[in-house]
């Protein structure tokens, strides 16, 4: 099991997080042991404001549920429901739907055993040498790295991406594949643990719970092939 203990106690509806920049981060105040004062960024580069997180390198548990929230400002995001084991509430791990972590996440679900514990270990760093940073999320069950189901060799019945002309330029669109993704990997398992809960906001109405920042890391969104 990971240490929990950046994260604290939850407020009866369990602690929500989300993976960002490599890591698991709650929000917390200024004050709060162990906070890390982060820029808020959008659209890659930063805003001058900042505000306050706990991280943790991953998060360990039982996978018990899922929830999806969808904005119409923020878009959908996942909500994975984590029984740590700890006696303390659960860890909601929140991803944003077609992000770089979402879509780790998705081709390693048929993968998991979830009868059994899982560890998140995100990751985001610059290869020395290199100009694009490598982001993604690790999965490890029984000290063995989970594989993904679908890669660039084997797609099985997912559709490929479109790549669609965007004011002249050729860019990536993968609603396709994400729906299938939803559709075929997501839901069946969502059955197995009760069904999915959703929830649809209207634009007024404050982001989903534990959401931080929109666009708020460089990069963390696709902009190329996955495979």
């Known amino acids: 099991m990971s240490d929990h203990s950046a994260f604290g106690g939850g407020s009866g509806g369990g602690i ?6 490599g890591k698991v981060c709650r929000k917390a105040n200024e004050n ?14 930063g805003t001058g404001e900042f505000k306050y997180e706990l991280q943790n390198k991953e998060v360990s548990g039982r996978i018990t549920g899922f929830k999806s929230n969808t904005h119409p400002q923020y878009g959908t995001t996942l909500t994975v429901v984590i029984e740590t084991g ?3 509430e659960p860890v909601n791990v929140q ?3 077609g992000d770089r972590y979402w879509r780790a996440f998705m081709t390693r679900l048929p993968n998991i055993d979830i009868k059994k514990p899982i560890t998140f270990a995100p990751y985001d760093f610059l290869p020395a040498g290199e100009s694009k940073r490598k982001i993604g999320l690790n999965l490890f069950q029984g000290g063995a790295k989970i594989p993904s189901k679908y890669t ?3 797609q099985g019945d997912m559709p490929p991406p479109e790549r669609p002309m965007v004011k002249g330029v050729q860019v990536w669109d993968f609603y396709a594949q994400d ?5 075929n990997v997501l839901l069946p398992i969502a059955v197995q643990l009760g069904g999915m809960k959703t929830t649809t906001q209207t ?10 920042d929109q666009g708020d ?10 495979f």
Do not use: H, S
């Not at 729906?179 to 559709?183: C, D, S, V, Y």
């Not at 404050?206 to 931080?212: A, K, L, R, S």
């Open 16 to 21: 929500y997080c989300r993976i960002a920049a």
């Open 32 to 45: 709060d042991p162990g906070a890390v004062k982060v820029e808020k960024r959008k659209n890659g580069k």
């Open 86 to 88: 700890t006696g303390e």
């Open 95 to 97: 991803m944003g739907e």
């Open 152 to 154: 660039k060799d084997f």
């Open 179 to 183: 729906q299938w993704l939803n559709n």
């Open 203 to 212: 634009a007024k109405e404050n982001p989903p719970d534990g959401y931080m």
């Open 217 to 226: 890391d460089e990069g963390e969104n696709i902009e190329d092939a996955p």
